[in-house]
């Protein structure tokens, strides 16, 4: 009787333990690289993008997702940790995360998840993201990810994989750029307009439609191997694209992010959040729907409310950083903080004194666009002094002004709205352990290269006034 009686606790044992297996959904996360979120069709952008729209219709399109600082190094980081940057120790690009740091392979492996990445990486060490590498170089290999979705359709084991295309980065090479004729572009009004724009812009969008394919693969290799309905995917645009006023820097064009979220029988069909979530609380979310405990440490939190329509506001601030230090053709020192309420967006540029530079200033259009300012065209003149230029404070009106055209810092009475916003940013930063100038100057300490030793104040006062031009 007690040998029948073990038996029976043995089965009963093994059918909940399995049955706690099939109830994990497997968690996808595609992610492009350099995208600018407008320009995706479900967000109203000329890219064709039939595989995000149809899961746009089939999940939840969200209009305000942000990342915290507008480079791939940083925000790849800061999705994987759930931290912001200057938390995690990767805040310039190119850069690690402190040894102590965990990632979501630790949160999600004592659940029972097999966690792969797939593609591009930019991130450090190896021991903080542990991945199981599918991929030999910066493109998906979607040999390997049918061969893990294979393992798992035949085991019942659930898996997280991050899908991390290359596309559209520079340079833009593949795709079709025939179906974009360059006169028939409608660019955005705050890049100038010439012949060069007009070319690259085609080629980019083509590479976005690229990025599309690469989604559809992924969703049909989903259907191949029966796991569709076990499954949540996501797709977001990384940050802003390599045209001015995009990616380096804290516009929206910078850090909003386009977030669609298809999950079966959870996530209604056609919705879409308004709800304010960033790109930080993606690894809480995700432990939180694979049935893990919230983490007291992480600066992100789950939106699985917004997910299941339970709720509709998930957070009242997001906030931003970029640093110039360290990167291709920056300055030596131009740090920019921000905060965004659900009305105002507050920018703070910390070396407003210095002229702003990065990769975008050295390429071909935007040399384009310097030619015809100084062919005498008021809007590129304005608009390229503008991007190499900036004042101390820039408030904007999010709502009368999305594309933040009109700087309101120095009316009066937006004097109040810049006060609480610079309230809740210097909360956000003294949290971080952010010291704002200081930490710009350490910003190579925190990367790859490790950086050298700290400049005395006299060194960066002399290379403050030789950066001014």
């Not at 109203?44 to 600082?69: H, V, Y």
């Not at 792969?116 to 450090?124: A, D, F, Q, R, V």
């Not at 007009?198 to 989604?215: G, H």
């Not at 309905?229 to 064009?253: C, I, R």
Request: charged content about 25%.
């Amino acid at each position: 009787m007690k040998k029948k009686l073990l038996s029976l606790f043995v089965l009963v044992s093994a059918f909940c333990i399995n049955l706690s297996a099939a109830e994990k959904p497997n968690l996808i996360f595609i992610i492009a690289d350099d995208c600018t979120f407008r320009d995706i069709g479900c967000y109203g952008g000329q890219a064709k993008t039939p595989n995000i729209d149809k899961l746009a219709s089939e999940g939840m399109r969200f209009e305000r997702c942000f990342q915290a600082a507008p480079m791939c190094s940083p925000t790849r980081h800061n999705i994987y940790t759930g931290l912001y940057p200057v938390k995690s120790g990767a805040y310039p690009n190119h850069t690690f995360a402190y040894d102590h740091v965990k990632s979501i392979v630790h949160y999600l492996e004592p659940l029972g998840y097999r966690v792969g990445l797939s593609g591009k990486t930019h991130i450090k060490p190896e021991e903080v993201f542990p991945f199981e590498k599918l991929s030999d170089g910066k493109a998906p290999d979607m040999g390997k990810i049918d061969g893990l979705m294979k393992d798992s359709a035949g085991s019942g084991d659930p898996f997280c994989l991050f899908v991390c295309s290359n596309e559209p980065h520079t340079p833009w090479n593949r795709g079709d750029p025939s179906v974009y004729p360059p006169e028939d572009i409608e660019l955005p009004n705050y890049i100038v307009d010439t012949p060069v724009v007009r070319e690259n812009f085609s080629r980019y969008l083509a590479e976005i439609t690229y990025f599309d394919s690469e989604v559809g693969q992924v969703v049909d290799l989903l259907e191949k191997h029966g796991l569709s309905d076990d499954t949540l995917v996501m797709v977001v645009s990384e940050q802003g694209n390599a045209f001015p006023f995009g990616k380096w820097t804290l516009y929206d064009h910078g850090l909003q992010a386009a977030m669609v979220v298809r999950w079966p029988g959870q996530v209604e069909a056609g919705s879409v959040a308004n709800a304010m979530v960033e790109y930080v609380d993606v690894t809480p979310t995700f432990v939180d729907v694979a049935g893990g405990e919230p983490i007291e440490e992480l600066d992100g939190k789950s939106f699985v409310p917004v997910l299941k329509g339970e709720t509709d506001h998930h957070k009242d601030f997001v906030y931003g950083i970029m640093t110039t230090r360290g990167i291709i053709n920056g300055s030596e020192a131009y740090g920019i903080r921000s905060v965004r309420s659900e009305d105002y967006k507050l920018i703070v540029n910390l070396h407003h004194e210095t002229k702003f530079t990065n990769a975008c200033t050295k390429s071909e259009l935007f040399l384009s666009m310097v030619a015809k300012a100084e062919r005498g065209s008021k809007k590129a003149k304005r608009l390229v002094d503008a991007y190499h230029h900036r004042p101390p404070l820039e408030l904007y009106d999010i709502k009368a002004d999305p594309l933040e055209q009109k700087n309101l810092a120095e009316n009066p009475e937006y004097a109040d709205v810049i006060r609480g916003l610079a309230e809740e940013l210097d909360k956000w930063m003294a949290d971080q352990g952010d010291l704002g100038d200081e930490t710009e100057w350490n910003a190579k300490e925190r990367q790859g290269s490790g950086g050298k030793k700290r400049k005395s104040a006299a060194e960066r006062e002399a290379s403050k006034k030789k950066s001014k031009a």
